[in-house]
């Protein structure tokens, strides 16, 4: 029995500069956290020729290339295994569409199941390039590479995106005492709706491509939003983030009209008058998760309850995608 899983995470500063129609021409930045909520990938041998494959269907299959599961048909094949007489199975502790990364957590902690059944030792890059590849080369979907590197790395972790698809990590440079108030006065709350991010993302993917000026130029202010965040994060000065995240929330609305809704727009309101500093929906846009930065956490968490949010506690996660049991 091989068990892995794999962290969702949080976005703390120039999301959506991680699309290739973005970064292969202007080079990307952002800043992700990873959160103790994960993506759980069971992998054991069994006495029947078939693959079978547990998610939100069940899947019974002669070799994996028969699989319709496009993601964990692809990691069968980039990994070399035809799945005959094996059993796998997912779950997570957040549902997918929700804007947490769900399927870069998924497709990471697939991966390392896989490798750890095939005993190949892999670095996180390696992981994270390869979900990259599933997701992004093979299935053309157009998202970005955050989420499958953070989920890899886990931790508070800066990237930049190169042209040419090189990617470089490092931890951001936050003392202890920021990290525990940054971890404190972050709040998630389910909004209720969950969506396809392939979806919007689209929308900035095509007008990237097509050089659109409006969206390039919201990317740069995003990708110099992630700098200014970067910047207030290791100087310590939270409500200094916090205020960044209003305005990053504030522009980033002006990419797509399917971005927010009216009432995503009145909660959102509603936490600025009682308690919040900033904040912005996590991911990319639509639905799935609020987060706040919070001066008074506890006025905001009685305000968003009363309103009928459900909030998620997290802690964050430095360990990235690993193998539990194996």
Request: net charge neutral.
């Amino acid at each position: 029995m091989i068990i892995t899983r794999s962290p969702l995470r949080i976005s703390l500063g120039g999301g959506g500069t991680d699309l290739p129609s973005y970064y292969e021409q202007h080079t990307g930045f952002l800043i992700a956290a990873a959160i103790d909520k994960y993506a759980y990938i069971t992998l054991h041998e069994t006495f029947v020729p078939d693959l079978i494959v547990k998610y939100s269907k069940l899947e019974r299959v002669a070799r994996a290339a028969d699989l319709e599961h496009p993601i964990i048909r692809e990691a069968f094949a980039l990994v070399g295994i035809d799945g005959g007489s094996l059993e796998m199975t997912s779950m997570a502790d957040i549902p997918a569409g929700t804007g947490l990364g769900s399927s870069g957590s998924f497709t990471t902690a697939l991966l390392k199941a896989l490798h750890a059944y095939r005993k190949n030792l892999v670095h996180p890059s390696d992981v994270a390039e390869q979900a990259c590849e599933i997701e992004i080369g093979r299935l053309h979907e157009p998202i970005g590479k955050q989420d499958q590197y953070i989920a890899a790395y886990g931790g508070i972790t800066c990237f930049r995106y190169h042209p040419g698809g090189r990617v470089e990590a490092w931890p951001l440079k936050i003392s202890e005492e920021t990290r525990y108030n940054l971890e404190d006065n972050l709040l998630l709350f389910f909004t209720g709706y969950s969506r396809s991010a392939s979806s919007i993302l689209k929308e900035q993917d095509d007008k990237s491509k097509t050089k659109n000026a409006d969206m390039i130029e919201n990317l740069h202010f995003i990708k110099d939003l992630g700098l200014q965040s970067k910047a207030a994060l290791e100087a310590g000065d939270l409500l200094e983030f916090g205020r960044l995240m209003d305005v990053h929330w504030q522009r980033k609305k002006q990419r797509s009209g399917a971005m927010s809704n009216p009432q995503i727009n009145t909660w959102y309101d509603l936490a600025m008058t009682n308690g919040a500093v900033g904040g912005k929906l996590i991911g990319a846009g639509g639905g799935g998760f609020l987060m706040f930065y919070a001066q008074d956490k506890a006025q905001l968490r009685h305000t968003l309850r009363k309103a009928g949010l459900q909030e998620v506690r997290f802690r964050f996660d430095f360990e990235g995608t690993k193998v539990l049991v194996q």
